[in-house]
């Protein structure tokens, strides 16, 4: 049954929670406090997310394997960096299947996700084009004609309304099938007349080594990680992991690494019981040796001490509307 | 037995209904509707004349049984479009015998049609010619010559201006025959020295990809269609089906299948009972979640607001009720 919501979320665990019940799965790295509010519709055949996030943040994002997505940006001021490369306010992502890539904003912003089942999207795709279609094997950046990212955008921003102030009217099968229908339209106009920007080698070698960091970086959360380890286990040199970074991300391959831990740390003492465990312990647990120098970083970048979340309950950090 | 009538409409609906011999469906502009209907029966001839005020788009299933041949009467008046073919004063349209066309006017329009049985067609046309008159398979234009064009419109209209003023004197047997055979003599000069207009490949294709859409909605006569769908289930482009909408129609795909949407909503709102829905749960039904935006093209389109036809008991005429949703 279609439907469809909205809700606020002061914690980026709980939002990528979320999102991962929309089948995305994302590690978000704030800078500075977080706030994110994620509105979804689900459809027939489609489902509509749109992320709205207060600060800026660099995430590694992958989108459903099972499901065809096209990602975009809504106009801000600062372009976000998306796989190393900065997406203008009308490009359009369609994304490979099950595709993992960084996305790095510098401000607020707003990015939209349309999701649909693979088949059914070919099924209209070869339709309405009356021509070839099929999902990338590779991401691609579209530039579609600006009238027709207008038109989906409105079509996106209508659902999207919807379900924040209508969520019932949305639920309606025949109101949803028409919305659907018109994004449908909407999105395969964009797919298959829009220009795919074309991403050189260097990029789409740096991109590569940008996951391997990641897929590393996933085993070995629980130490320090020095540069010359990490390109010994990525097989890179030192100067392109560092300039890799410095795209992708906007920061040092070492920052990266010490926001993640940080990150880790965060979600164990939230999670913790905070009679049965103390700062200093879990803060070794995760390789951080100097506890001065840690809860310094700590408040540095989650703007509270390391025992303040440790002691709040699990509750106050989440709020829903 | 000859017989004529004269009718005047002022509901859309009741007129298609009352074009007989053609089973009509049609969809005309906002504004009050007028028309006049002229029918003219002779012993195997019949003819009609038509006066509309307002511009309309019908789509007309042909019996079958009758070879048609349509023109406009009022030398000053705009052309016609058979099935998105211009069809001017010095030009007429042969109709094919058994497919679907449309015709549309695009300011208040008079026109006429005449027909006869295939085989009258074929027999008149070895009689006065000497040779067979084959009915048309498919729509096209041809221009007459000027002389037989202008005899064929005043044998039409004096034919026409009788049933209005002296319809006992059409009835007699022997006037009927005498008028036929000068109808049916101009009828066949008309079409035998006429050089047909070639019929490109792509009116072919467009006419085929018409005759799968209105398939396509009779197929779901109650259903809400969209675009994304309709290309599926046609199995024609986007661009393929606006082109063809545009030419047979005036209109966009999406326009169409909106106002299909809008006429099936106004008929369930006309059926449905007051105390036990709402015009939100109507117009969701039909896939229109603003309710005010609705409201003011449903007032617009049909002149009274969606609530007010709620509101009404059930009652309308037959000819409505049979209408499938073609608007």
Not at chain 1, 83 to 105: K, N, P, V, W, Y
Not at chain 1, 179 to 197: F, K, N, P, S, Y
Not at chain 1, 223 to 228: G, Y
Not at chain 2, 74 to 87: F, K, Q, R, V
Request: glycine share 6%; aromatic share 8%; charged share 25%.
């Amino acid at each position: 049954m279609p439907g469809g919501g909205t809700r606020t979320f002061l914690e980026p665990d709980h939002y990528e929670a979320s999102l991962r019940q929309a089948q995305i799965e994302a590690v978000i790295v704030p800078r500075g406090r977080f706030k994110a509010r994620l509105t979804w519709a689900e459809l027939h055949h489609l489902q509509v997310l749109r992320c709205e996030e207060d600060s800026s943040r660099v995430a590694y994002v992958q989108l459903a394997p099972g499901l065809a997505s096209v990602t975009f940006p809504v106009g801000s001021e600062a372009l976000p960096v998306w796989r190393g490369r900065e997406i203008q306010a009308g490009d359009i992502m369609f994304h490979s299947r099950g595709e993992r890539l960084h996305q790095s904003t510098s401000g607020p912003f707003v990015w939209n996700v349309i999701a649909m089942d693979p088949p059914q999207l070919e099924r209209y795709g070869r339709a309405l084009s009356g021509g070839p279609f099929s999902w990338p094997a590779e991401g691609r950046v579209l530039q579609p004609a600006s009238r027709l990212v207008a038109r989906l955008r409105r079509l996106h921003a209508q659902i999207c309304r919807l379900a924040e102030t209508k969520s019932k009217t949305l639920s309606h099968s025949e109101v949803a099938r028409a919305m659907e229908q018109g994004l449908i339209q909407a999105l395969v106009a964009c797919l298959t007349t829009a220009r795919a920007r074309t991403d050189g080698y260097a990029n789409r070698h740096h991109a590569r080594i940008m996951i391997r960091f990641e897929e590393v970086l996933a085993e070995r959360l629980s130490r320090p990680l020095n540069v010359p380890e990490l390109c010994e286990l990525i097989v890179v040199s030192d100067r392109t992991l560092r300039s890799s970074c410095a795209e992708f991300l906007g920061m040092s391959p070492t920052q990266y690494v010490l926001l993640r831990r940080l990150k880790e740390v965060r979600r164990v003492l939230r999670d913790a019981d905070p009679d049965m465990v103390n700062v200093r312990e879990v803060a070794h647990r995760f390789g951080f040796a100097e506890l001065g120098r840690f809860a310094g970083r700590y408040r540095a970048t989650f703007g509270e001490t390391p025992s303040t979340t440790l002691q709040r309950t699990p509750g106050t950090r989440f709020t829903a509307t | 037995m000859p017989s004529s009538a004269v009718r005047t409409f002022t509901d859309p609906d009741e007129y298609f209904a009352g074009i007989r011999n053609l089973q009509i469906e049609g969809f005309v502009a906002r504004g009050e509707f007028r028309a006049e209907l002229t029918r003219v029966d002779l012993h195997r001839l019949f003819m009609c004349r038509f006066d509309e005020n307002l511009p309309r788009v019908m789509k007309v299933t042909p019996s079958g049984m009758r070879a048609v041949i349509v023109f406009v009467t009022d030398p000053g008046g705009p052309a016609m479009l058979t099935n998105g073919i211009e069809i001017s004063y010095r030009q007429i349209a042969r109709v094919g015998l058994d497919w679907e066309w449309y015709l549309r006017s695009s300011a208040p329009c008079q026109w006429g049609t005449m027909s006869l049985t295939p085989e009258d067609l074929a027999a008149a046309g070895e009689t006065i010619i000497g040779r067979e008159l084959v009915p048309a398979t498919f729509a096209r234009s041809l221009a007459p010559p000027a002389r037989a064009l202008s005899r064929l419109r005043a044998l039409h209209e004096a034919a026409g201006h009788l049933a209005k003023t002296a319809p006992d004197i059409l009835a007699k047997p022997e006037v009927a025959r005498a008028i036929e055979q000068a109808l049916t003599e101009a009828m066949v000069f008309c079409l035998a020295d006429s050089r047909p207009d070639d019929v490109r490949n792509v009116q072919r294709h467009h006419a085929r990809v018409m005759q799968r859409l209105e398939e396509v909605l009779m197929a779901n006569p109650e259903e809400p269609l969209y675009m994304a769908e309709l290309s599926t289930q046609v199995g024609a482009s986007y661009w393929t089906l606006r082109d063809c909408c545009l030419e047979y129609l005036g209109m966009s795909p999406k326009r169409y299948l909106w106002l299909r949407r809008m006429n099936l909503a106004r008929r369930a709102l006309r059926n449905a009972n007051a105390e036990k829905t709402t015009v939100t749960e109507i117009a969701s039904d039909y896939g229109f979640w603003e309710l005010g935006r609705f409201s003011v093209a449903y007032r617009s389109l049909f002149g009274e607001s969606p609530s007010t036809a709620l509101r009404r008991p059930p009652c309308w005429p037959k000819s409505v009720a049979k209408a499938s949703g073609w608007p």
